[in-house]
């Protein structure tokens, strides 16, 4: 890493107010309260910075999880039912190597380096509890000390931080859809394109980094990218749902159209992976700047980009 890009990332993460600040209280509160009990956590919960992040997350896309407030949100994360005391032991070792990895932040480089160069962070990076694995919405990024993927794998830490935070700026530039306002098949359409190019950019912004740890192989979107065979068929699938999209444009969004979303966010994660292939290969062709100044223009841009690409290619 070139001196310059190390010291940019320091700067990013430490100056005050205009950087990313790292907060992992809420893993440690919650942690706290699976060995204690104590309700009074439940509530310092409720009122951090964190909930409100994820209170606002799951509001915005919808998650199937109590949305009325924070309190009812956190109640729910933190039920025995859910989360094991056993986990309280695996999410300290969490908090121990997200508080190592944030001490020297020289990672955020690579976050930096797919995001356009008038980018300044103004985020927070927070350690959560039971929230998916991770997720991103507005100036903030989370992660979930309890997601096994950490207890298994805990570098991975790292790499998801990495992604939330592309998302976190990426955001800044554009911003995401309501779930709720999705009403035919063309938001449908739109929220396709819009996550193809958030998620393939944050999957993108993160490979270098892996390849070089040897990382790829622990992660099955990395493995796919690697299986040119397999990413001619989920290219092809991508694609096929596209044009379904398109076909029915202002008809309703019916179950139908909302198993697109399924299959491009669920087991085959069709926008993760062909969005990365086609981050990788606008970089290949155009250059890493004129791939990055595509977060300006949108997902439209992205996507003409690639298949202007394909067609030169014949």
């Known amino acids: 890493m070139h001196t310059s890009a190390l010291l940019l990332a320091l700067l990013l ?10 907060d992992a209280s809420f893993a440690e509160q919650a942690v706290r309260y699976l060995r204690t009990g104590d309700a009074a956590i439940l509530g310092r919960l409720a009122a951090s910075p964190a909930a409100a992040h ?9 998650y199937d999880l109590p949305k009325d407030s924070a309190e009812a949100l956190v109640s729910n994360l933190l039920a025995p039912a859910r989360h094991p005391a056993d986990r309280a032991e695996a999410c300290e070792q969490t908090i121990a190597y997200f508080n190592r990895i944030t001490q020297n932040p020289e990672w955020l480089s690579d976050v930096l ?10 985020a927070a990076l927070y350690l959560q509890f039971g929230y998916d694995i991770g997720v991103a919405f507005g100036p903030a990024a989370s992660l979930n000390c309890a997601h ?3 207890e298994e794998h805990p570098r991975e830490l790292l790499y998801y931080a990495i992604h939330e935070l592309h998302h976190a700026g990426f955001m800044s530039y554009q911003p995401p859809p309501r779930l709720q306002d999705l009403k035919t098949c063309a938001d449908i359409l739109r929220l396709v394109k819009y996550s193809t190019q958030l998620e393939g950019m944050a999957v993108w912004a993160a490979y270098k980094r892996r390849s070089d740890e040897h990382a790829l192989a622990d992660d099955p979107d990395y493995v796919a990218l690697a299986d040119e065979a397999r990413m001619q068929r989920d290219e092809a699938s991508y694609f096929e749902d596209l044009r379904y999209l398109e076909r029915r444009g202002a008809e309703p969004a019916d179950d139908a159209a909302w198993a ?5 966010s669920g087991g085959e994660r069709l926008w993760y992976r ?12 155009l250059g890493r700047h004129a791939l990055v100044e595509l977060i300006k223009k949108g997902p439209d841009s992205f996507l003409s980009a690639y298949s202007a690409l394909k067609t030169s290619a014949g």
Do not use: C, T, W
Not at 260 to 264: A, C, G, L, T
């Open 13 to 22: 993460a430490q100056a005050p107010g205009n950087g990313v600040r790292f």
């Open 54 to 62: 994820l209170l606002s997350h799951a509001r915005n896309f919808n």
């Open 113 to 122: 380096r797919y995001l356009p160069e008038d980018f300044q962070f103004h």
């Open 148 to 150: 096994k993927r950490f």
């Open 260 to 264: 697109v979303i399924e299959r491009m």
């Open 274 to 285: 062909v969005g990365a292939l086609m981050a990788q290969r606008i970089e290949q062709k």
